[in-house]
């Protein structure tokens, strides 16, 4: 899908693949879409001094543990965003036009399944990365 590295999390702890591959630099900009503290403060370490990290992510806990000392430090720019900010319509064009990739579509399920759907991306089983409920 166009990256130019890849991370296996599960035999590569994020931070240290991100850092060796950037000679220590970090990255520019970091999107931060699973919305746990862990990965917002992941973000905040692996994000290159001045940069910048865009939270995505609805983070469930009220107040989270974000380590806002090291952000400073990095003098990070902290961005948050909106995920639909009303873009349905531009997001489906988009899909019908074919110009997403569809290899996050991992699931169709149909409206019946909805509650699965959202088990299956609240808990991140069955090798899911993005459900289509179809409504018929």
Known sequence: MGADVTIDTTSEKLVDAVLESTRGRGVDRVIECAG????????????????TV???GILSELNPKIDIHTAMN?????????RSNHRAQEALDMMSSGRLPTALLT??????????AFDMMANYTDGVGKVVVEIK
Do not use: D, F, W, Y
């Open 74 to 82: 990095k003098e990070l720019r902290l961005q948050t965003l909106k």
């Open 107 to 116: 699931h169709l399920l149909p409206l019946e399944e909805t509650p699965k």
């Open 54 to 56: 865009m939270l995505i």
């Open 36 to 51: 746990s503290a862990e990965t917002v403060n992941a973000g905040i370490l692996m994000c290159r001094p001045g940069g």
